[in-house]
C-alpha cells in the first residue's frame, strides 16, 4: 500500500451544481501513473487486473456487500445518500473529522446511523464504523481510474459539473507522528485517482462510507489464495441412487467461502450440482459416459478446471432360477419299474 506522506494542502470546494451519475470517465485498465501527474495523460496500463471483481463480492440485498476476502461489510452508499432497492439516491454529505470543529463530525454521523430507528440509514445494524484506511484501500479497485472503485456493487458517484469526482473518504486511521501537532492530519483514500494520504481534520470537508465486521485494524494487503480442485468421480447405475461426489478443495489455507461452477460437459440425467459445495447428487436415469469440468471460485480467482467423468451403466437384469431337471417319458416308466422289481426282490428275501 503506497501511502503519501506528505500534507495534502486542499481547498474547499463549491457544492454548487452537483450532480449524480455512474462515472462517465472510468478507465480500465486502468492508467498509470494517475492523469494528475502528467501532461499529457498517460495511455490505458494493461497490466493493471481488476482487484475487486464483481466476484470478490456477496450482494446481502439490503444496501450492503460483503467483501469475500476481508469479511468487512460495506454500506453500498456513502453517508448522506439512500439505497432504494437498486441504487444510491439523494446527496453524499460532507463531513470534517477532527471533534474540535464546530461543522458536522464523522464521529457524529457514525453515532447518528448506530441510533437510527431499525431500517433507517443504519440498514437495521448499530455497529457501523468509520473505516481505519486498510480496510477502504481493500476496496480500491486498482485495475481502473476515475473512480478507482467497483461501481456496480458501490453504484453512484458524486460528480461536479465539470466531470470531477469528490473521490476523498475519511478513514479512523490518525498518524501517530503528527499527535501534538497544531493540525491534526488524518489519512484519506480518493477513490478518484487512487492514493491514500493526509488531510487537515479540521479542514475541507470530506465524504465518508461506513463499515461493519471484520477484525479491525487488520492488513488486508495479503492476497487471497485462490482454490486447487482434485478428485475422481465413482460411477453410477441407473434408477440407483449415486453414491455423490464433492471435489476435494485444496489448498489448506485457502481463502474462503468458496463457488463452484461446471464450465464444460454435462451431468447425466438425474444427477444435480450444488454450487455452493461443488457436491453432485441424485438419482441417474440414462446410462453413458458423461465428461465434465468443474472450476471453484474465491476472492483470489478461479481454479484450472478439474476434468471428471461420470460413467453411468444399466441395471444388471435379475439372474435367471435355476431350472428343475425333468425326466423324459420313458425314462420314468423305466425308474418305476427298476423301483418296483426292487421292492419284489425284497419281498421274496423276506418270506423265504
Same mark, same amino acid.
Request: with cysteine.
Given at each position: ?222 492476497? /487471497? ?94 439372474? /435367471? ?32
Amino acid at each position: 500500500m503506497n501511502v503519501i506522506r506528505n500534507v495534502v494542502a486542499l481547498s474547499l470546494i463549491a457544492l454548487t451544481g452537483l450532480a449524480h451519475a455512474q462515472a462517465p470517465g472510468q478507465m480500465c485498465p486502468s492508467v498509470n501513473p494517475s492523469p494528475y501527474q502528467g501532461n499529457p495523460n498517460p495511455v490505458a496500463d494493461p497490466t493493471y487486473a481488476l482487484t475487486t471483481p464483481d466476484s470478490a463480492f456477496s450482494d446481502n440485498g439490503d444496501g450492503t456487500v460483503t467483501h469475500l476476502l476481508t469479511g468487512l461489510i460495506w454500506k453500498r452508499c456513502p453517508e448522506g445518500m439512500t439505497w432504494d432497492g437498486k441504487t444510491c439516491t439523494g446527496l453524499a454529505g460532507r463531513f470534517v473529522w477532527d471533534q474540535k470543529s464546530p461543522e458536522m463530525v464523522v464521529f457524529d454521523q457514525v453515532d447518528k446511523v448506530n441510533a437510527g430507528a431499525p431500517g433507517t440509514q443504519n440498514l437495521g445494524y448499530t455497529d457501523w464504523r468509520l473505516p481505519n484506511i486498510k480496510e477502504l484501500d481493500s476496496i480500491v479497485e486498482w485495475g481502473c481510474d476515475k473512480p478507482k472503485i467497483n461501481i456496480t456493487q458501490f453504484p453512484l458517484w458524486q460528480w461536479n459539473t465539470n466531470g470531477t469526482g469528490y473521490g476523498y473518504f475519511w478513514s479512523s486511521t490518525h498518524t501517530p507522528q503528527l499527535e501534538g501537532a497544531t493540525l491534526d492530519y488524518v489519512l484519506s483514500m480518493n477513490f478518484d485517482s487512487g492514493p491514500d494520504g493526509y488531510r487537515n481534520g479540521t479542514g475541507a470537508p470530506t465524504y465518508a462510507r461506513l463499515v461493519r465486521g471484520g477484525p479491525t485494524l487488520q492488513n488486508f494487503d495479503a492476497l /487471497a489464495i485462490p482454490p486447487v480442485l482434485s478428485g475422481v468421480a465413482p460411477a453410477g447405475v441407473v434408477g440407483t441412487t449415486y453414491v455423490g461426489f464433492t471435489p476435494t478443495t485444496g489448498p489448506n489455507n485457502v481463502t474462503l467461502p468458496v463457488t463452484y461452477a461446471i464450465t464444460g460437459g454435462a451431468l447425466p440425467p438425474g444427477l444435480v450440482f450444488d454450487p455452493k459445495t461443488g457436491a453432485i447428487t441424485g438419482t441417474p436415469t440414462k446410462a453413458g459416459i458423461y465428461p465434465l469440468q468443474i472450476v471453484a471460485t474465491n476472492a483470489g480467482g478461479i481454479s484450472p478446471p478439474l476434468s471428471i467423468t461420470i460413467v453411468v451403466t444399466a441395471p444388471q437384469p435379475p439372474a /435367471a432360477p435355476t431350472p428343475v431337471p425333468t425326466l423324459a417319458e420313458g425314462a420314468l416308466w423305466s425308474l418305476i419299474a427298476l423301483l418296483g422289481g426292487l421292492g419284489m426282490r425284497a419281498r421274496r428275501k423276506k418270506n423265504g
